[in-house]
């Protein structure tokens, strides 16, 4: 199975500043199936991205992602107070599909 | 507007077989985009694909999980259901169903989240 690995574990920035969140598969993921989720605390996730760079309906495009293979990006480019929260990211080209642990972004 | 609610007995008993129902509000199960999903997330920890189902009864399943799983549907009501047998402790969690747009034979993305249900396994 892949695992994705996200970096770094937490990541304290202040509103307005850039977040660049990273995601790394131990194996390509195919054709680039790979999601990012925002879970607020008692919350569901929500689906930011899917194929590694379209954004969902609705989503700010403040959210941006990127890469390809095995190593992704999301990047928020200027944080808003609702955007602390923790962040997964999600393979599902590759049987079983696998989240990642987790980046949590909190305020500085 | 589609809504996905999860319901459940909230705890069960080690060794017993747990129960989850999704029902699908504001939409069909039967509509030939879809494909229907669950995923639990221990207390503070991440997230765990279990298992997804299509309206014709196609299932597919993690096959890390530990415990039996069954997921089934009953289109005339509008619902999904999970059944993991023998719980431990381990399957302590928050426990959500989500639909998945685009099914490309190995998963797909999860576009729309119930609330989530907590169950605990507990003597």
């Known amino acids: 199975e892949i695992v994705l690995t996200q970096s770094p574990g937490t990541l304290s920035l202040s509103p307005g500043e850039r977040a660049t969140l990273s995601c790394r598969a131990t194996?390509?993921?195919?054709?680039?199936?790979l999601a990012w989720y925002q879970q607020r605390p008692g919350q569901a996730p929500r689906l930011l991205l899917y194929g590694a760079s379209t954004r969902t309906t609705g989503i700010p495009d403040r959210f941006s992602g990127s890469g390809s293979g095995t190593d992704f990006t999301l990047t928020i480019s200027r944080l808003e107070p609702e955007d602390f929260a923790v962040y997964y990211c999600h393979q599902y080209g590759n049987s079983p599909q696998t989240f990642g642990q987790g980046t949590k972004v909190d305020i500085k | 507007q589609v809504q996905l609610q999860e319901s459940g007995p909230g705890l069960v008993k080690p060794s017993e077989t747990l129960s989850l129902t999704c029902t699908v509000s504001?939409?069909?199960?039967?509509?030939?985009?879809?494909?229907w999903s669950w995923i639990r997330q221990p207390p503070g920890k991440g997230l765990e694909w279990i298992g997804t189902i299509y309206y014709t009864g196609s299932t597919y399943y993690n096959p890390s999980l530990k415990s039996p799983v069954t997921i089934s549907v009953d289109t005339s009501k509008n619902q999904f259901s999970l059944k993991l047998a023998s719980v431990t402790g381990a399957d302590t969690a928050v426990y959500f169903c989500?639909?998945?747009?685009?099914?490309?034979?190995?998963?797909?993305?999860?576009?729309?989240w119930g609330q989530g249900t907590m169950l605990t396994v507990s003597s």
């Open positions: 504001g939409g069909s199960i039967t509509s030939p985009n879809y494909y």
């Open positions: 194996q390509s993921v195919r054709s680039n199936f």
């Open positions: 989500a639909r998945v747009a685009w099914w490309n034979s190995a998963g797909g993305s999860f576009e729309i």
